[in-house]
């Protein structure tokens, strides 16, 4: 993992060699911190614990922003503080923890998986603590209970599996509308005032107008998804096998979807509502890259 950068006043991130994986930290008051996401492989966790007390931090309370098993670690190093997550993703995170310990243990293994996805629903807007005010923005695009986190005074949103550089959106194809979820998660985000800086749960923190051009990039990518035209995107050029999987697989699930709707003579659009196939705690990445 690389050290922590801070990217705006009190607003630290850490990046793992593995899938570019970025944990964000915020100073509070009495030298306590919000953890978001601390990931990915157990030396990891040690090396942002370390960061953290060499600059007199410790954590008070930690949030994850959706339950892919990479976004639920911790480790007893970080302490026992509460740890949140949208009511939905906990949700998730408790019906499908036998997944999610086993791509845990196949992706990253050593972690204390008493400690895996172990986390409280939090139905409020905004995460309580004694520091920067943490305003959630909780939606379904990507996974049930998707909850990024905008930090108004710094103008930094912590935009977890979304808004990213290096991949492309990336759908939960066990919903049952899911590009319809994806992009009303996306307008959310899109439409936050103030927003200077964008961290995406992997990839690399951007300004205002790297923001905007996500945005943008990711509308075009689902509006290509959903009309069935080829796809134009950068993102897609020396990928990762697994990235390059996934979109086929999400082209595929929208082929049948509109000879399904064709066959059946449904309005025109109507193939967007999809049944539901059952959910998945993983998004691809845990079979892609495990870690000797």
Same mark, same amino acid.
């Given at each position: 993992?690389?050290?922590?950068?801070?990217?705006?006043?009190?607003?630290?991130?850490?990046?793992?060699?593995?899938?570019?994986?970025?944990?964000?930290?915020?100073?509070?008051?009495?030298?306590?911190?919000l953890?978001?996401?601390?990931?990915?492989?157990?030396?990891?966790?040690?090396?942002?614990?370390?960061?953290?007390?060499?600059?007199?931090?410790?954590?008070a309370?930690?949030?994850?922003?959706?339950?892919?098993?990479?976004?639920?670690? +911790?480790?007893?190093?970080?302490?026992?503080?509460?740890?949140?997550?949208?009511?939905?993703?906990?949700?998730?995170?408790e019906?499908?923890?036998?997944?999610?310990?086993?791509?845990?243990?196949?992706?990253?293994?050593?972690?204390?998986?008493?400690?895996?996805?172990?986390?409280?629903?939090?139905?409020?807007?905004?995460?309580? +603590?004694?520091?920067?005010?943490?305003?959630?923005?909780?939606?379904?695009?990507?996974?049930?209970?998707?909850?990024?986190?905008?930090?108004?005074?710094?103008?930094v949103?912590?935009?977890?599996d979304?808004?990213?550089?290096?991949?492309?959106?990336?759908?939960?194809?066990?919903?049952?509308?899911?590009?319809?979820?994806?992009?009303?998660?996306?307008?959310?985000?899109?439409?936050?005032?103030?927003?200077?800086?964008?961290?995406?749960?992997?990839?690399?923190?951007?300004?205002?107008?790297?923001?905007?051009?996500?945005?943008?990039?990711?509308?075009?990518?689902?509006?290509?998804?959903?009309?069935?035209?080829?796809?134009?995107?950068?993102?897609?050029?020396?990928?990762?096998? +697994?990235?390059?999987?996934?979109?086929?697989?999400?082209?595929?699930?929208?082929?049948?979807?509109?000879?399904?709707?064709?066959?059946?003579?449904?309005?025109?659009?109507?193939?967007?509502?999809?049944?539901?196939?059952?959910?998945?705690?993983?998004?691809?990445?845990?079979?892609?890259?495990p870690?000797?």
């Amino acid at each position: 993992m690389g050290g922590l950068n801070e990217i705006a006043t009190g607003v630290l991130v850490a990046t793992s060699s593995y899938e570019l994986t970025t944990s964000t930290v915020v100073a509070g008051y009495s030298r306590r911190c919000l953890v978001i996401d601390p990931a990915v492989t157990v030396d990891d966790l040690s090396e942002l614990t370390a960061g953290l007390a060499a600059r007199g931090l410790r954590p008070a309370v930690g949030w994850s922003t959706h339950p892919h098993w990479d976004h639920v670690l +911790w480790s007893r190093e970080l302490g026992d503080v509460p740890r949140y997550a949208a009511t939905a993703a906990v949700t998730i995170a408790e019906t499908g923890r036998d997944v999610i310990l086993e791509e845990v243990e196949k992706a990253a293994p050593g972690h204390d998986l008493s400690l895996v996805g172990r986390l409280t629903p939090l139905g409020a807007s905004a995460v309580a +603590w004694d520091g920067p005010a943490a305003h959630l923005v909780v939606h379904d695009g990507h996974a049930p209970g998707h909850g990024a986190v905008f930090l108004p005074d710094s103008g930094v949103l912590v935009a977890g599996d979304m808004c990213s550089d290096v991949e492309i959106p990336l759908l939960d194809l066990g919903a049952a509308d899911p590009l319809s979820d994806y992009r009303a998660g996306l307008e959310r985000l899109a439409s936050l005032p103030g927003v200077r800086q964008v961290v995406p749960g992997h990839g690399h923190a951007g300004d205002l107008g790297e923001f905007r051009r996500r945005v943008a990039a990711d509308f075009a990518y689902l509006d290509a998804l959903e009309l069935g035209k080829p796809v134009s995107d950068s993102r897609l050029e020396d990928c990762a096998e +697994w990235i390059r999987t996934t979109h086929v697989e999400q082209v595929r699930y929208y082929q049948r979807l509109t000879r399904r709707v064709r066959k059946d003579n449904f309005p025109e659009r109507a193939w967007c509502h999809a049944p539901a196939t059952g959910r998945s705690s993983t998004d691809g990445r845990a079979a892609s890259r495990p870690i000797s």
